[in-house]
């Protein structure tokens, strides 16, 4: 059976366990106090994040114990189901229904999720579920999200795997003085994206170009791949 451990950046494991998978950035909420986290993900870790999987985010949370009490609980906004346009019963918190419990998000596909990301997607599902007006049940796309990331400047790399997935064509733009050749060239998303404050994502051109890693302020997307 596979198993679950969650470990601090700067410390050593907090759980100990046998044949964990490799380690995943995540991060880890008490109340609306944020930690990044190193997360080994099994075939068992805890739930899928609706508003997430229904955009193609293969990310998940787990309950890990007894959280503080607080006025305001992150975790449970971003636990909102499309089906219902808020969190599930059991997601809701404070009050007589007490706080929030320790949990941990990650994704499973060992893309890193941290505090940015959580930004955005956050940000996301208020604008979907919680503006006036738009209150109640939704159906939300991958499309709808990836027309949400190209709007907002401070999206700027992250969820690059889901602005530039496998298969999706490009064109250079703006390049840099060392690269003005590829101005105007297209090319095709390999699938492979670097992630962080310098994000790039792998472009295959013509030859004799080949494979190269641009920044997304460089790319404008010309034909995307079909929506799951």
């Avoid at 410390?11 to 998978?21: E, R």
């Avoid at 994704?107 to 109640?136: K, N, S």
């Avoid at 890693?213 to 790319?219: C, E, F, Q, S, T």
């Amino acid at each position: 059976k596979a198993t679950v451990s969650v470990l601090n950046w700067a410390g050593g494991p907090k759980q100990a366990h046998t044949h964990m998978p490799a380690l995943t950035q995540g991060l880890k909420l008490d109340g609306a106090t944020f930690e990044h986290v190193d997360v080994c993900v099994g075939d068992t870790f805890g739930e899928a994040v609706p508003v997430a999987a229904a955009v193609g985010i293969p990310l998940m949370v787990k309950r890990l114990g007894k959280g503080s009490a607080g006025s305001h609980y992150p975790a449970c906004r971003m636990m909102t189901s499309p089906d219902i346009g808020l969190a599930p019963a059991r997601w809701q918190f404070g009050g007589m229904l007490g706080p929030c419990p320790v949990v941990v998000f990650a994704r499973t596909d060992g893309v890193p999720f941290g505090t940015r990301e959580w930004a955005v997607l956050d940000a996301f599902i208020a604008m979907q579920f919680d503006c006036e007006g738009r209150e109640g049940p939704r159906h939300v796309t991958r499309q709808d999200f990836t027309d949400y990331l190209e709007r907002r400047d401070e999206a700027g790399t992250v969820f690059l795997d889901v602005r530039y997935p496998r298969g999706a064509r490009v064109r250079a733009i703006c390049m840099d003085p060392s690269e003005q050749y590829l101005n105007g060239e297209t090319g095709v998303c390999t699938g492979e994206c670097t992630h962080g404050w310098d994000g790039r994502v792998m472009v295959q051109f013509r030859e004799p170009f080949g494979r190269r890693a641009v920044r997304p302020k460089h790319l404008i997307t010309v034909q995307p791949v079909p929506q799951p």
